[in-house]
């Protein structure tokens, strides 16, 4: 398949709003791609060369993109530069400039990716003038459009305005016109998150080998989630006899180590499925005692401080995530990884086993006599609950510990990936107002500020949560507080990296809340509000019936460098806490 097929395909995409018109696009593209192809044409589609938990890192600046455009389109750098600002959009400056060069031969999809592999590889001295080279032979190959495109990948600016989800919908639309295959193609996601992957085991082994995916080692699988509920009694009420573990306000790691090789594999993995491993040299010289041919546990990493024993707040675990000083770093911040599951050990899934068989899975890890002297990895603690009152104090003396609160499970539920139901439910502090937890909220855009705010060129942000079912961000609250002045000096750079000119697809607003600039859906904040209110105007679950929700008094209390987009609130989970607010009040009224 020709690159120009792909990119012209990608150009029609672009314009459409539509989703189920663009899953129907992907889905013949698809159809007619051969297996090596579809994958390809997924990782590029979402901006990647690679599964998304590999990752694409070009290190490629766009003062070296300004120098190669000059060069293909013979026009000098400033002007180049001109054009790209006043766009918005590198990629457009094919279009602006009347690119149409004449092709001796056209490359393929194999081709683009195989080049662009190799531009991404280059590195060491001398690195930037050879990647610039390799750049520019690369676009003299390609017509306006692919260009445009591949330009697009290398800046990360490709977005296309859909994600994963609406890509297995493509699969399923492509096998059989309508998007029953979902939930199958979800489920095997699930289990191996490797997009590419998927759409060639379809095409080669059509659902079957869907139906057979299994987990391999290496490749992540989607975390479980927790649901909420407002208070000790409800959940023995909801689930009767349980076991409640410690919520730590940390770095949840999905841990991988695999030993058939002479060198162990070892990777640590983010909530959002992203290769941490360079974070933790610490921690993986513990993980590689683990007397195991290969396993993949998930755990909690918090940082903690000797002097006192006692673990400290997210922002200081965080730091880890610098790429430099690692080994000071983690001096400095010296952490403890409390596993909490086993999912797959010594070639078996133990995702279809009991929590009750996992756990004594995980605790006979920390049999082995090399794991006896150390002091960095241990298993959670974990209590049995008969009744609402012993969850109660479990839950209070994690509190008085000065940890988050506690994560409820059934001892009888296996471990579903990428689910969130009550098989686990979290009980968190209660703060004052009537709104009990956080909101992960998404930056969608920025307000020009007033006052003194006018010299930072920002005053207020745009938030959204993530309707998974649609696949879009939408609207729940303007934020002017939570900043000191210099973090919203810093807001406005991290803003302005990820600005786009018009409103990106995935995002739902109205026309009253448009903001002053949007930014693509990339950044999670910790939001704190007095309680879930309904609005006219914000789109969060809004119908044509129903009002959508919004945010009271809300106000930034933090970043989740470790949570992507799709990791925000849920649109679902917005209406469950709104319900849990009366809830809370009627309980409140009872007392008195």
Same mark, same amino acid.
């Not at 766009?87 to 195989?114: A, C, H, Q, R």
């Not at 599951?341 to 133990?350: A, K």
């Given at each position: 398949?020709?690159? @120009?097929?792909?990119?012209? +395909?990608?150009?029609? #995409?672009? $314009?459409?709003?539509?989703?189920?018109?663009?899953?129907? =696009? &992907?889905?013949?593209?698809?159809?007619?791609?051969?297996?090596?192809?579809?994958?390809t044409?997924?990782?590029?589609s979402?901006?990647?060369?690679?599964?998304?938990?590999?990752?694409?890192?070009?290190n490629?600046?766009?003062?070296s993109?300004?120098?190669v455009?000059?060069?293909?389109?013979?026009?000098?750098?400033?002007?180049?530069?001109?054009v790209?600002s006043?766009?918005g959009?590198?990629?457009l400056?094919?279009?602006?400039?009347n690119?149409?060069?004449?092709?001796?031969?056209?490359?393929?999809?194999?081709?683009?990716?195989?080049?662009?592999?190799?531009?991404?590889?280059?590195?060491?001295?001398?690195?930037?003038?050879?990647?610039?080279?390799?750049?520019?032979?690369?676009?003299?190959?390609?017509?306006?459009? @692919?260009?445009?495109?591949? +330009?697009?990948?290398? #800046?990360? $600016?490709?977005?296309?305005?859909?994600?994963?989800?609406? =890509? &297995?919908?493509?699969?399923?639309?492509?096998?059989?016109?309508?998007?029953?295959?979902?939930?199958?193609?979800?489920?095997a996601?699930?289990?191996?998150?490797?997009?590419?992957?998927?759409?060639?085991?379809?095409?080669?082994?059509?659902?079957?080998g869907?139906?057979?995916?299994?987990i391999?080692?290496?490749?992540?699988?989607?975390?479980?989630?927790?649901?909420?509920?407002?208070?000790?009694?409800a959940?023995?009420?909801?689930i009767?006899?349980?076991?409640a573990?410690?919520?730590?306000?940390?770095?949840r790691?999905?841990v991988?180590?695999?030993?058939?090789?002479?060198?162990?594999?070892?990777?640590?993995?983010?909530?959002?499925?992203q290769?941490?491993?360079?974070?933790?040299?610490?921690?993986?010289k513990?993980?590689?005692?683990?007397?195991?041919?290969?396993?993949?546990?998930?755990?909690?990493a918090?940082?903690?401080?000797p002097?006192t024993?006692?673990?400290?707040?997210?922002?200081e675990?965080?730091?880890?995530?610098?790429?430099?000083?690692?080994?000071q770093t983690?001096?400095?911040?010296?952490?403890?990884?409390?596993?909490?599951d086993?999912?797959?050990l010594?070639?078996?899934?133990?995702?279809?086993?009991t929590?009750?068989?996992?756990?004594?899975?995980?605790?006979?890890?920390?049999?082995?006599?090399?794991?006896?002297?150390?002091?960095?990895l241990?298993p959670?603690?974990?209590e049995?609950?008969?009744?609402?009152?012993?969850?109660?104090k479990?839950?209070?003396?994690?509190?008085s510990?000065?940890?988050?609160?506690?994560?409820?499970?059934?001892?009888?539920?296996?471990?579903?990936?990428?689910?969130?139901?009550?098989?686990?439910?979290?009980?968190?502090?209660e703060?004052?107002?009537?709104?009990?937890?956080?909101?992960?909220c998404?930056?969608?855009?920025?307000?020009?500020?007033?006052?003194?705010?006018?010299?930072?060129?920002?005053?207020?942000?745009?938030?959204?949560?993530?309707n998974?079912?649609?696949?879009?961000?939408e609207?729940?609250?303007?934020?002017g507080?939570?900043?000191?002045?210099?973090?919203?000096?810093?807001?406005?750079?991290?803003?302005?990296?990820?600005?786009?000119?018009?409103?990106?697809?995935?995002?739902?607003?109205?026309?009253?809340?448009?903001?002053?600039?949007?930014?693509?859906?990339?950044?999670i904040?910790?939001?704190?509000?007095?309680?879930?209110?309904?609005?006219?105007?914000?789109?969060?679950?809004?119908?044509?019936?129903?009002?959508?929700?919004?945010?009271?008094?809300?106000?930034?209390?933090?970043?989740?460098?470790?949570?992507?987009?799709?990791?925000a609130?849920?649109i679902?989970?917005?209406?469950?806490?709104?319900?849990?607010?009366?809830?809370?009040?009627?309980?409140?009224?009872?007392?008195?």
């Amino acid at each position: 398949m020709k690159f @120009s097929q792909v990119a012209n +395909v990608f150009d029609v #995409i672009e $314009k459409k709003s539509s989703r189920t018109k663009i899953t129907r =696009l &992907l889905s013949e593209l698809l159809k007619k791609a051969s297996p090596d192809e579809a994958a390809t044409i997924s990782y590029m589609s979402l901006g990647n060369l690679n599964p998304t938990y590999i990752g694409t890192k070009f290190n490629f600046a766009e003062k070296s993109m300004i120098k190669v455009l000059a060069k293909l389109l013979k026009e000098s750098e400033s002007h180049i530069k001109t054009v790209a600002s006043r766009t918005g959009d590198m990629g457009l400056i094919f279009e602006k400039e009347n690119y149409n060069p004449k092709l001796e031969k056209e490359l393929s999809v194999k081709n683009v990716d195989k080049e662009l592999h190799e531009f991404e590889k280059i590195s060491g001295t001398g690195s930037k003038e050879e990647k610039e080279k390799k750049l520019l032979d690369i676009l003299k190959s390609l017509d306006a459009i @692919s260009a445009k495109y591949v +330009v697009r990948i290398i #800046i990360g $600016k490709l977005r296309l305005g859909f994600s994963d989800m609406t =890509l &297995l919908d493509a699969f399923s639309w492509m096998e059989l016109g309508d998007k029953s295959l979902r939930k199958i193609l979800e489920n095997a996601y699930n289990v191996s998150v490797d997009i590419g992957l998927i759409i060639k085991t379809l095409k080669e082994d059509g659902i079957k080998g869907i139906r057979h995916m299994k987990i391999i080692p290496g490749v992540p699988i989607r975390p479980a989630a927790a649901e909420r509920l407002e208070s000790a009694r409800a959940i023995v009420k909801k689930i009767g006899k349980c076991v409640a573990q410690p919520k730590l306000d940390g770095f949840r790691l999905q841990v991988h180590l695999d030993k058939h090789t002479k060198t162990p594999k070892i990777h640590f993995y983010s909530r959002n499925l992203q290769d941490m491993s360079y974070m933790f040299p610490d921690l993986k010289k513990v993980v590689e005692k683990l007397s195991v041919k290969n396993l993949i546990v998930e755990g909690e990493a918090i940082a903690y401080d000797p002097e006192t024993d006692t673990f400290l707040p997210f922002q200081e675990t965080v730091k880890r995530k610098r790429k430099h000083g690692i080994e000071q770093t983690a001096q400095e911040f010296p952490l403890k990884l409390y596993l909490f599951d086993v999912l797959y050990l010594n070639g078996n899934s133990y995702l279809d086993k009991t929590h009750e068989e996992r756990r004594a899975a995980l605790l006979k890890l920390f049999k082995s006599k090399a794991l006896q002297k150390q002091d960095i990895l241990f298993p959670i603690e974990e209590e049995r609950i008969n009744n609402f009152e012993s969850l109660e104090k479990f839950f209070r003396n994690n509190i008085s510990s000065g940890l988050e609160g506690v994560v409820v499970k059934r001892p009888d539920a296996a471990y579903q990936p990428g689910k969130r139901n009550f098989n686990w439910i979290k009980l968190k502090r209660e703060e004052e107002g009537h709104l009990q937890d956080t909101i992960d909220c998404v930056i969608l855009g920025y307000y020009l500020g007033k006052g003194k705010r006018v010299s930072f060129g920002i005053g207020a942000l745009l938030a959204g949560v993530y309707n998974k079912k649609d696949d879009v961000f939408e609207t729940i609250a303007k934020i002017g507080t939570g900043l000191t002045d210099k973090q919203w000096k810093e807001q406005k750079k991290m803003c302005d990296e990820i600005e786009v000119k018009i409103k990106p697809k995935n995002v739902e607003c109205a026309k009253g809340l448009y903001p002053d600039a949007w930014c693509a859906p990339e950044i999670i904040c910790q939001v704190r509000a007095d309680e879930i209110t309904k609005s006219p105007l914000h789109s969060a679950a809004k119908t044509k019936d129903e009002l959508g929700f919004a945010l009271r008094f809300p106000r930034i209390m933090g970043y989740r460098e470790d949570k992507s987009a799709k990791d925000a609130t849920t649109i679902k989970e917005i209406e469950q806490l709104y319900k849990l607010q009366f809830l809370k009040e009627k309980k409140s009224k009872k007392k008195k």
